[in-house]
Each structure stands twice: as C-alpha cells, then as structure tokens.
C-alpha cells in the first residue's frame, strides 16, 4: 500500500480498455509484493491490447539488486508513486544514473525531485491521502476516490514526461544534468541535522563555529564534548 504501485496497474488497465488516451511508452515493473497485485500485472503483460495501443509492458517478478541497477542504467524514467515516503532512496539512485524520475509529491520525495523551478530533475504529481485499510462503505469510497484521482494524476505527469522527452530534447537533456549534479548526500544533510539539533536546544552554536566536514567525518571530537542543561555528559563509544 504504501508504493501504491496498483494506480500504476490501474492507469495500464484504463488505456488498454480506452478510458485513459493511449501513450507510447515501454513500462517495466520489477520486484515482489501482494499477490493480487501481482496477478494483475502478469495479466497486463499477457494482454494482447497492449500491442495495438503501441505500449510495451514487462513484469519482473522477484527482486535482485544487481537486475535493479542494470535497470536505472538504462531506463528513461523512473516511477515512483508512493503513498508516503519519509525520505526514499530509488528516485536519489534515479536521479545519479540519469533516469529522470516521476513521482508523488509527497515526503523525500517532493523535498528531492523538482519539477520546474532554476534546477527541473524530474516530474511530480500531487496525490489524496487514502485508508491503509479501509473497512465501512464510507473508507472504501473515500479510498476510491484517492486511488482514481492519484491515477490520473500519475497518467498527466506520464503525458509531461514524454511530451519534454519527443519535443524538447534539450531540457530533457538539461533535467538529467540537474539530477545527476544533485547532492543529497550527507555531506549537506548532516551539517542540517547538526544545526537543527543545536538551535532546538535554544543554546545555538556553543562556544565555536560550525564545524567543518573533516571535523563531521572525525565524529568522535564531538561525541565528548559537551553538556547540555538536563542531559547528562555524552561520552565517545568508539
């Protein structure tokens, strides 16, 4: 549920069946999950509609890492349509491969990929927030509603995607730049974390500026260094 990879079968199913307007595109899905879930999409990759809508569509079942990275290497895009997603590692891996990624905008998600703005790296698409499991007629329908508005949502940022891919080369070629440049490694994050830690003491920086990255990476100097009002002393485990 939290992936919520099946509005991903769902937007397949709409533009097969003719609810959704077709789009040429080559979808892989890897890995392993709910069963029901998975059924529906090895029906997707056996259904012979797929060949008159000019769409290609590969169920990988199972998971090996290895596959997976060969995979970022060589697709165009990478989808990411979770529900929720406190920080999220495919679309950063996406985003240093070169596979432009489409997501939700939600969690590290929304904080790692941008669409439009001074640095575009990819494209996302907002999402309802929807029942984990939903019980009365009143859940289901509200989760219905969530799950065909997120659907939607997914097939225009799809659309997006492909419309700057056929018709713009240079900004897409100029959104992979971006992406690959990101830096969502700790050499800022920690520095954030750091700041935030001190400044909600209400004590600030104490005694001495901020340190640097060689200081961060020697963690122990600052493992022992200070005593804060109601803490006791932090001693270095190392």
Known sequence: RQKQLDIVADVIEAILEG???????????????????????????????????????VFLQGYIQDMAFAMFSSI????????????????????????VPIVSYTGGLGDTVHEGGVKPNGFTFPIRSRND???????????????????????????????????HADVWQHIIENGMMENNDWSRSIHEYIQ???????????FMPMPTMFELENFSWFACAFTWPGMSSIKDTN
């Open 76 to 99: 165009d895009n990478k989808v990411v349509p979770s529900h929720f997603e406190p920080c999220g590692l495919a679309q950063m891996q996406a985003l240093r491969y070169g596979a």
């Open 133 to 167: 499991v939903p019980v009365t007629e009143e859940e289901i329908r509200i989760d219905n509603d969530a799950r065909n508005y997120n659907a939607w949502e997914l097939k225009e940022a799809i659309g997006r995607a492909l419309g700057v891919y056929y018709d």
């Open 196 to 206: 935030h830690f001190f400044f909600s003491s209400g004590l600030g920086w104490p």
């Open 19 to 57: 609810r959704m307007s077709p789009m040429e595109f080559d979808f892989i899905v890897a890995g392993q999950g709910e069963s029901d879930l998975e059924r529906r999409f090895i029906a997707l990759a056996n259904d012979p509609r797929r060949l008159s809508v000019g769409m290609s569509f």
